[in-house]
């Protein structure tokens, strides 16, 4: 289980290249007379903060004290920039350049489309943009008070010298992590950890070998490690998309697997990462406790649009959700979340319950007749004191982790939940899925639930079970063949 620290304590300062991204909304119903391209009638403006800002945000997000580095220009993107740092409660220090602007772009949207995003920069590495002295002033005092530095470069020119900036930070004690950015990572030599996503690994490691699958865990961890030893990195992680992220250190391996179920915008999706790495580590988790949370809160922000954020709450209902157990099992509290989750997405919810002692073709049939008729499958199943209760002193067969990890691992099943009650009733009554179903020949009055189940505008279904199986039966044929063999 992923482990949610409290990040009041947590004191990470972010250097790097700072930005604002603008979103213009509006409708487009015809193409203009003067060109073949849409006309968009602007009705709404959403401004975010992206690069070294978003890695900050996400950090103030969580309840991290943050402070954050940087270079804008002496206008009013710079004005913008600054007054979103405040209102998210992030310590702005930043230096002002007077030659350049503030590092903008601007996304012209239309129903949920991207049609143009414009660009609005100049290089801050061309000679006098800013004064680097004052940027290493501001981080050299700021390193007594600091637990991780970050250091996030989009190639923009704010990290030109970003070695002296590893070398103050490590002299200080402090650990540094740094999004890389281009082929050049000798730069980022002597840093504490690296997180480069495939495309950008492989581009930096790429040997010139032809028909390298940088997808496969024995090549990347190869080459991975070779990077690691040859930069002196402590670490280095590498996000994969669907195959999640890995991250390598001196003693071994460890992957992740993605735990985002949609995907919706990718963008910002690295910043949010090392953002949690750095929030993970001020707070005194290793290494790979802060990859597993930085894997999770990706799975959250990549099914947001846009460059996004977390927060805290949203970080631990996602670890609630993927509370499973080694067998597969959710607990109540993380199924109750769950369904209110799929409930706002509109999904259909379909429960079942039952002992299912001895798992026989007429539970399958049942169970995989019970998924037809919705979007999800929820089992509960009694626990062994409830089976005992009602079968008798000899059953359940199976105890109850075997008899969920079966159930879980059916293609038919989503959750399988424990009650300790005789019956589900009041399991259902709190989660109220969308369709109840018994197997059987019950009257729907007499299904446990029910009547919570229709009050709340749900469906209740029984189902006919395949004729000639049960657990009963099974149990008694291989007690008279025990019997007749002895």
């Not at 030599?189 to 024995?218: H, M, R, S």
């Not at 990706?298 to 996004?308: C, D, H, R, S, Y």
């Not at 199986?469 to 008694?476: E, K, L, Q, Y």
Request: aromatic share 6%; hydrophobic share 45%.
């Amino acid at each position: 289980m992923v482990s949610i620290p409290a990040f009041a304590d947590s004191r990470v300062l972010v250097i790097g290249d700072v930005m604002l991204d603008r979103y213009w909304y509006g409708d487009t119903g015809r193409i203009s007379p003067e060109a073949p391209v849409p006309v968009v009638r602007i009705g709404e403006e959403e401004r975010r903060l992206g690069g070294a800002a978003n890695v900050a945000i996400n950090l103030a997000g969580v309840g991290a004290t943050t402070r954050l580095i940087g270079v804008i220009g002496t206008d009013e993107p710079g004005r913008a920039t600054r007054f979103l740092l405040d209102e998210a409660g992030v310590t702005a220090d930043l230096v002002e350049s007077p030659s350049h602007p503030t590092i903008a772009k601007l996304r012209v949207m239309s129903r949920n489309q991207q049609l143009i995003r414009l660009d609005f920069e100049k290089s801050f590495a061309l000679a006098g943009a800013f004064d680097q002295d004052a940027l290493r002033a501001r981080l050299s005092a700021a390193l007594a008070e600091t637990d991780v530095v970050v250091c996030s470069d989009y190639g923009k020119g704010t990290l030109a010298d970003v070695e002296a900036i590893i070398a103050l930070a490590r002299e200080a004690g402090v650990p540094v992590l740094v999004d890389p950015k281009g082929r050049d990572w000798q730069r980022y030599t002597g840093a504490t950890l690296i997180t480069p996503n495939v495309a950008e690994f492989a581009a930096y490691a790429d040997d010139g070998t032809a028909g390298i699958d940088w997808q496969d865990d024995e090549t990347l961890a190869a080459h991975a490690q070779s990077a690691r030893a040859r930069l002196s990195l402590d670490a280095l992680l590498v996000t994969r998309s669907e195959k999640g992220m890995s991250l390598f250190l001196q003693d071994g391996t460890h992957h992740l697997p993605a735990r985002a179920r949609e995907v919706f915008d990718v963008t910002g999706a690295g910043d949010t990462v090392i953002a949690m790495i750095a929030a993970g580590l001020g707070a005194g988790q290793t290494l790979t406790g802060a990859a597993e949370l930085a894997n999770l809160a990706a799975g959250i922000v990549v099914a947001k649009l846009g460059t996004a954020t977390v927060t805290r709450e949203e970080l631990q209902h996602a670890a609630r959700l993927g509370r499973v157990a080694a067998d597969g099992v959710i607990d109540e509290e993380g199924l109750a979340e769950w369904f209110a989750s799929a409930h706002a997405r509109g999904e259909r919810i379909v429960m079942t319950n039952g002992c299912f002692d001895l798992l026989h073709p007429g539970h399958i049939a049942y169970l995989e007749a019970a998924r037809a008729l919705g979007d999800h499958l929820v089992v509960a199943v009694n626990d062994d004191a409830s089976v005992g209760r009602l079968k008798g002193p000899q059953r359940p067969i199976n105890d109850l982790t075997h008899r969920m990890q079966v159930l879980r691992g059916l293609a038919a099943v989503d959750w399988v939940v424990p009650f300790a009650e005789d019956t589900p009733e009041r399991l259902i009554c709190r989660l109220c899925p969308d369709v109840l179903v018994k197997g059987g020949d019950y009257e729907i009055a007499d299904i446990a639930g029910s009547d919570c189940v229709l009050a709340a505008g749900g469906e209740v279904r029984t189902l006919t079970f395949l004729d000639g199986f049960s657990t009963s039966a099974i149990a008694a044929r291989i007690r008279d063949r025990d019997a007749t063999e002895n």
